[in-house]
T-cell receptor, first 109, second 113 residues
Framework: AQRVTQPEKLLSVFKGAPVELKCNYSYSGSPELFWYVQYSRQRLQLLLRHISRESIKGFTADLNKGETSFHLKKPFAQEEDSAMYYCALSYSSASKIIFGSGTRLSIRP | ETGVTQSPTHLIKTRGQQVTLRCSSQSGHNTVSWYQQALGQGPQFIFQYYREEENGRGNFPPRFSGLQFPNYSSELNVNALELDDSALYLC????????????FGQGTRLTVV
């Protein structure tokens, strides 16, 4: 069965420090991986997709099929990065997105 | 502003009652998906409606049902409410039956007592 695992419920780092939010998935085919973010009192929104290979707000994520991982990284954390982050998976012909349980990122000043 | 709106924002119901939640999709989107987000968990897929037909369903019992209207807005109905149905219910609109590039609503917080 398809599954997304985010092992950390809470990650707290100092402003300016590097950030890495871990995500592992299980899917035998070719997945599409996403990171969604939810800032305080805001709706869930797409942060980035692996197929876009883009950097959004300084965040990047590389799909590692060998390790079935899609970790989210940012070299220098900013206070406005504090939010709930969800790793998610979908695949061609799927009508659904499978979400992980989320990691709360807290940036300390 | 994404344009996906849900109503009501909060709701309290008694166990055994029925509830209807509503979602207006983003202009131009013909697909609506519903997710349940329990406290401390990620959203879980309930079902999707594409052009007024159910187009995929998650692991939820039949007492969770839905509708999509010709204007692509949607309703989620839950019968015989249970305490475990207490959650945030999210609606997401997208295009052509695909979940990609989905825009989420702000959610309806349902509390069953």
């Amino acid at each position: 069965a398809q599954r997304v695992t985010q092992p950390e419920k809470l990650l707290s780092v100092f402003k300016g420090a590097p950030v890495e939010l871990k995500c592992n998935y299980s899917y035998s085919g070719s997945p599409e991986l996403f990171w969604y973010v939810q800032y305080s009192r805001q709706r869930l929104q797409l942060l980035l997709r692996h197929i876009s290979r883009e950097s959004i707000k300084g965040f990047t994520a590389d799909l590692n099929k060998g390790e079935t991982s899609f970790h989210l990284k940012k070299p220098f954390a900013q206070e406005e990065d504090s939010a709930m982050y969800y790793c998610a998976l979908s695949y061609s012909s799927a009508s659904k997105i499978i979400f992980g349980s989320g990691t709360r990122l807290s940036i300390r000043p | 502003e994404t344009g996906v709106t849900q109503s009501p924002t909060h709701l309290i119901k008694t166990r055994g009652q029925q509830v209807t939640l509503r979602c207006s999709s983003q202009s131009g989107h013909n697909t609506v998906s519903w997710y349940q987000q329990a406290l401390g968990q990620g959203p879980q897929f309930i079902f999707q409606y594409y052009r007024e037909e159910e187009n995929g369903r998650g692991n939820f019992p039949p007492r969770f049902s839905g509708l999509q209207f010709p204007n692509y807005s949607s309703e989620l109905n839950v019968n015989a409410l249970e305490l475990d149905d207490s959650a945030l219910y999210l609606c997401a609109s997208s295009l052509e039956g695909l979940p990609l590039n989905a825009f989420f609503g702000q959610g309806t917080r349902l509390t069953v007592v």
